[in-house]
């Protein structure tokens, strides 16, 4: 069959792809920049959910197409990308299309809670456009699937993080419901639908084998990932929405009003579908993470929060530098060190506060910035000219004490790192 696929590049449907070339369909991917991509196992189309809103834009990609499946979804508005736009007015044009066009099939994968009890808006934007498609005139299954854990996903990474947390905080106490199913699984059973005739507008739920809490989800990754038994901390739960309520502010976060509602909402349904599609019961949690993948999942997990930990303790470095440099240290002691350096005059208050000030920037450039790896090449060169002049001019800080240059080592060492890792 030849089976258009939205969402191509994504988490789930980068997979689907894949596995729909590896059953033997024809497989022409929808996404925004065909000249970015060359693999051969795919036929590339344009499309871009933010613009093709009307049934007429869709229309001339569906010649020759059998199968549809949409795979485009976001868990968090940003910019243009909102839940009306890529939830429900471009799927619910792509569907009319499929209806007007005669294709045979379509597949919509969506998300399980997008229901009647729905509240989210990202439940609610999802339920909008499974309805639409399941009252139209031909062939279509809504694919409802749990929390999906694999490698490359948002949540996977999020929860092997905070499994791999020394201390692991808990909304609550962590009882809350999730089923959550392994991508590989899910792509298996969406495969499998495409050979199963349901009737139109049929909704199937795809979920792990159980319904387990939160709490005993976390412990099972921190045990497969082999980190020892994992160590909890219950948060009160107003305290948890208030961080919620920040989180909304952030961008990158997973953790805003919404996502927590969902959350303690539950996410759970019976496996009897996604079993019967697999021809087998869908792999447990315990299971999520590969023995031989497991150090490679642990050390992501932690460097998740390793780093930024490391990040911000480096910025402090700066900032305290910067503010003490400019008057908490007594400033006629600052001028005596810079005059040994041979620094005098009207050079000494210039060196002095134009040194404190590139440390501020240098500080603040540090927690701000996204890209940061011209930052940390600055860094070090600083580092280094500073650690040459005092070594020519100031020997006998190598053997102070408390050890001011040799401090710099491990500051140096620690940037290297982040030059090294962060960006990969």
Request: proline share 7%; charged share 15%; hydrophobic share 55%.
């Amino acid at each position: 069959m030849v089976v258009l696929l939205t969402g191509a590049s994504g988490f789930i449907g980068s997979r689907l792809a894949a596995a729909l070339a590896a059953a033997g369909h024809e497989v022409v991917c929808a996404v925004r920049d065909p000249g970015r991509a060359h693999d051969a196992r795919f036929r590339y189309v344009q499309a871009d959910f933010l613009r093709d809103t009307t049934p007429q834009a869709w229309r001339p990609r569906l010649d020759g197409v059998d199968v549809v499946v949409n795979a485009v979804g976001i868990i968090r508005e940003q910019g243009a990308q909102t839940f009306a736009r890529l939830h429900e007015e471009a799927p619910r044009a792509l569907f009319q299309a499929c209806a007007d066009a005669g294709v045979r099939q379509v597949v919509q994968i969506s998300a399980l809670g997008a229901d009647a009890q729905a509240q989210s808006r990202y439940h609610l934007s999802k339920k909008r456009a499974d309805d639409f498609l399941a009252a139209l005139p031909l062939r279509s299954v809504i694919v409802q699937p749990s929390l999906v854990f694999g490698a490359g996903g948002a949540s996977a990474a999020l929860f092997t993080m905070l499994a791999s947390l020394p201390l692991i905080a808990l909304p609550g106490n962590g009882e809350q419901q999730i089923q959550p199913v392994h991508v590989d699984d899910l792509v298996a059973a969406i495969v499998a639908l495409l050979h199963h005739p349901l009737p139109p507008g049929t909704r199937v739920a795809l979920a792990g084998p159980r319904a387990i809490s939160l709490r005993a989800f976390l412990a099972s990754l921190r045990e497969a990932m082999d980190l020892g038994k994992a160590r909890f901390l219950p948060m009160p739960l107003p305290l948890v929405r208030a961080a919620a309520a920040a989180g909304k502010l952030l961008p990158a976060s997973l953790l805003d009003p919404e996502t927590l509602q969902m959350l303690e909402r539950g996410n759970t349904a019976d496996p009897v579908q996604i079993t019967a599609l697999l021809g087998r019961p869908p792999r447990a949690p315990r299971d999520f993470v590969a023995g031989s993948g497991a150090r490679s999942v642990r050390l992501q997990a932690q460097l998740a929060w390793l780093l930024p930990m490391l990040r911000l303790s480096i910025a402090l470095v700066w900032i305290v530098t910067g503010i003490v440099s400019l008057g908490l240290y007594p400033v006629q002691d600052s001028y005596a060190l810079l005059a040994r350096v041979g620094i005098t005059g009207v050079l000494a208050p210039l060196m002095l506060y134009g040194a404190a000030l590139l440390d501020l920037v240098f500080g603040i450039a540090t927690l701000l910035l996204r890209r940061r790896r011209l930052l940390w090449y600055a860094q070090l060169a600083v580092i280094l000219f500073y650690t040459a002049i005092i070594s020519w001019r100031l020997p006998e800080f190598w053997l102070h004490p408390y050890g001011p240059l040799l401090k710099n080592l491990p500051m140096l060492a620690a940037i290297w790192l982040l030059l090294e890792v962060e960006e990969r």
